[in-house]
């Protein structure tokens, strides 16, 4: 049997591997890392979470709720592994980072997946299946070679928010609570009154920022907003956003705080605590400079700093096929970020979508699209087709209805997405986790 190539051990790589592995094919990953790293990576774990540790809303009437149960009906490890490696974060699913992706890369070596610990610099001209999942951060000599065959790349901004370790909070002036959520326990607020938030908005916007080539504020991808480019819209903008009071009782006052910076923890221990939306591109003194102004944070020691990078991907609607082939070499299939899915798990569903492809290409069958009614069909539709440029997409509503906003159409559109893929997937062999009746109740 012919062995199938995965280039990068990201999301979209450790799923392709995991499905392919399980199902008796022979799979080879070619992961730099941590040979060679990136400028976001840390470890040389498979599936390492760069940005946030948070995998977001579990609630169907979320769609990125829809979304992690379509992926449990295909059999999702990353799923799986999320959930065993949770941590406290409310109605989001938010993962122990670093027990989350060494507990995948124990899986995937568990498997007798082959793995080179070499940077690839092109594809060979063979006759075996490569898949490109190579992520935003893709090396520059391998991105050297794609150019080539792409003429120009697609690319955004993203940040990462900040890390601090737990010991250096003054607890005393922080409370635990969940929004509109008296009795959850899982987001660490930090306070703070009318004057405490304007010196900390003026010394925000006046802080300095790494500067970034080709910067441009209109390439920022919108999730991933830098906290001092939020800031510069308007004074009050962080009291609609990362610094929202709304829901929060403070239990030392019995009264709602002015602004609240919300932390949540980054491990099972909670030795660290993560930023909840504070991505940014402010040069490392100035964030811990910022932080301090914080009372509850006087004394913070910031374990990683915040970092802007720039996400490459592809134009798949000219390059890629409806099953994220390189139109030029059915061979070559792509997955992940760099096709211009954005999120983990969308990352990792284009990444089931491929192995499910590759599976049905090894057996002599033709590739085949999911249901038009499910919201990952919908979204690899979406990156794959149209005449305008491609911007990222993340799983939403809007792609399955244009006004899927009132809970009951979202209640109709989850039953019917999650009924209408697992009579699919049950109809060509694919696995199915779970039972529809369970899943349609949680809404």
């Avoid at 520059?140 to 909070?169: G, M, Q, R, T």
């Avoid at 990156?383 to 990222?392: A, E, M």
């Amino acid at each position: 049997m012919s062995e199938v190539h995965i280039v990068g051990a990201g999301l979209a790589g450790t799923e392709i591997a995991y499905q392919l592995a399980t199902r008796g094919v022979r799979v080879r990953i070619h992961e730099m890392r941590p040979k060679v790293m990136t400028p976001v990576h840390k470890t040389g774990y498979y599936a390492e979470l760069v940005c946030s540790n948070s995998l977001k809303s579990l609630e169907l009437r979320n769609a990125s709720g829809l979304l992690k149960r379509e992926m449990e009906i295909l059999g999702s490890v990353i799923i799986k592994t999320a959930k065993e490696t949770r941590v406290p974060s409310g109605k989001a699913l938010a993962v122990d980072r670093d027990r989350f992706s060494s507990t995948l890369t124990d899986v995937i070596t568990s498997l007798g997946v082959k793995v080179d610990n070499e940077e690839v610099e092109k594809i060979p001209d063979d006759s075996e299946i490569w898949v490109i999942a190579t992520g935003p951060a893709t090396s520059p000599k391998f991105s050297a070679y794609l150019e080539k065959i792409f003429s120009n790349w697609l690319y955004f901004f993203d940040a990462v928010a900040p890390i601090i370790s737990a010991e250096s909070i003054d607890f005393s002036k922080a409370f635990f609570a969940n929004r509109y959520d008296p009795q959850g326990k899982d987001y660490l607020n930090c306070p703070l009154n009318e004057k405490e938030y304007d010196d900390f908005y003026t010394a925000l916007i006046q802080a300095e920022t790494v500067p970034l080539e080709d910067f441009d504020r209109g390439l920022l991808f919108e999730r991933c907003m830098p906290v001092e480019e939020i800031a510069r819209t308007g004074r009050m903008s962080l009291l609609y956003g990362p610094m929202k009071p709304v829901g929060l009782n403070d239990p030392q006052t019995n009264r709602r705080p002015y602004a609240v910076v919300q932390l949540r923890k980054e491990d099972e221990m909670g030795s660290l605590y993560n930023l909840v939306g504070f991505q940014t591109r402010l040069k490392w003194s100035e964030q811990k400079r910022l932080l301090r102004t914080v009372p509850a944070l006087k004394n913070a020691e910031i374990v990683r700093y915040g970092v802007m990078h720039r996400n490459l991907y592809v134009d798949s609607r000219n390059v890629l096929d409806k099953y994220f082939r390189l139109k030029e070499d059915k061979r070559i299939f792509f997955a992940g970020q760099i096709t211009g899915v954005e999120g983990y798990l969308e990352s990792a569903a284009s990444g089931l979508y491929v192995a499910m492809n590759i599976c049905r290409v090894l057996k002599g069958l033709s590739p085949i699209e999911l249901p038009r009614g499910t919201l990952m069909g919908a979204l690899f539709r979406y990156v794959t087709s149209g005449r305008r440029k491609l911007r990222p997409m993340y799983a939403s509503y809007g792609l399955l209805s244009p006004d899927g906003k009132s809970s009951l159409k979202r209640s109709n559109i989850a039953k019917e997405s999650i009924k209408s893929l697992a009579n699919f997937s049950e109809q060509i062999g694919w696995k199915v986790g779970g039972t529809v009746e369970d899943t349609t109740q949680r809404f």
